[in-house]
Nanobody, 120 residues
Framework: QVQLVESGGGLVQPGGSLRLSCTASGSIKSIYAMGWFRQAPGKQRELVATIDKSGRRVYADSVKGRFTISRDNTKNTVYLQMISLKPEDTAVYYC??????????????WGQGTQVTVSS
């Protein structure tokens, strides 16, 4: 069984920084793309950033220049460094990973979510 566990959320003032982490564990053969999504109250879940196994990154326009996604393949961990945070970044942030765990299929897995609140 595969689990994704996130950490690093919290309350921060506008202009502040936070670093989110997400570690995958369990019977994992390989991890492909990893990423972060977020969902604000009353809104749909949206992509924040993704990174593939080679390190190629994709960012939502709203976070370009402020957020940086990275990964440590030796630790099955993906990070999201967030700076210059704005109140509109407030959301539950979810980790996502495409994982080959059993058989021959690659499936998406999700973390439980971590709350990020940007407020003075």
């Amino acid at each position: 069984q595969v689990q994704l566990v996130e950490s690093g959320g919290g309350l921060v003032q506008p202009g502040g920084s936070l670093r989110l982490s997400c570690t995958a564990s369990g019977s994992i053969k390989s991890i492909y793309a990893m990423g972060w999504f977020r969902q604000a109250p009353g809104k749909q879940r949206e992509l924040v950033a993704t990174i593939d196994k080679s390190g190629r990154r994709v960012y939502a326009d709203s976070v370009k220049g402020r957020f940086t996604i990275s990964r440590d393949n030796t630790k099955n961990t993906v990070y999201l460094q967030m700076i210059s945070l704005k109140p509109e970044d407030t959301a539950v942030y979810y980790c996502n990973a495409d994982i080959w765990a059993t058989g021959w299929s690659v499936n998406p897995y999700w973390g439980q979510g971590t709350q990020v609140t940007v407020s003075s």
